[in-house]
């Protein structure tokens, strides 16, 4: 699946130098991925506050190919993947225009909330994965 996020970069977002301070890539991706199971369908408020079940990052990489600074229209393409029963990353690619400008992974783990251990991606989950 690809999805299309599209953010402006703000006065907030940016440091002292006047670019997009690095901590807040995840946030934009972060940003894209509650857009991306929204669109699909997912009810956002159930999903990350009030399940049984939670999908926690625990790993991620960033990379930053060209400053982003305020006024930047930035386009994210999200592609997430399915790596194991209970696992999905998601790939990201950050655009403005036709130039990549960074690019970022987070891994999920599917999880029970109340026991904390590992459970099978759900059945949603599973069809946004494979969503075209």
């Excluded at 402006?8 to 997009?20: K, L, M, P, Y």
């Excluded at 894209?32 to 049984?52: D, K, T, W």
């Excluded at 399915?82 to 987070?106: F, N, S």
Aim: glycine residues 6%; contains cysteine; negative net charge.
């Amino acid at each position: 699946m690809a999805f299309i996020y599209t953010r402006i970069v703000r006065f907030d977002d940016t440091d002292a130098a006047g670019v997009v301070y690095f901590a807040n890539l995840f946030r934009f991706c972060h940003e894209a991925y509650e857009a991306s199971l929204a669109a699909a369908g997912v009810e956002i408020g159930e999903f990350f506050g009030r399940s049984p079940m939670a999908c926690p990052i625990i790993e991620t990489q960033g990379k930053f190919y060209h400053p982003m600074t305020v006024g930047d229209r930035l386009e994210i393409s999200l592609n997430p993947e399915q790596l194991k029963l209970d696992e999905y990353q998601i790939t990201y690619t950050v655009a403005i225009g036709d130039r990549a400008v960074a690019e970022a992974t987070t891994r999920h783990v599917c999880i029970d909330t109340e026991l904390r251990h590992r459970k099978d991606l759900p059945s949603f989950l599973l069809d946004w994965l494979r969503a075209p």
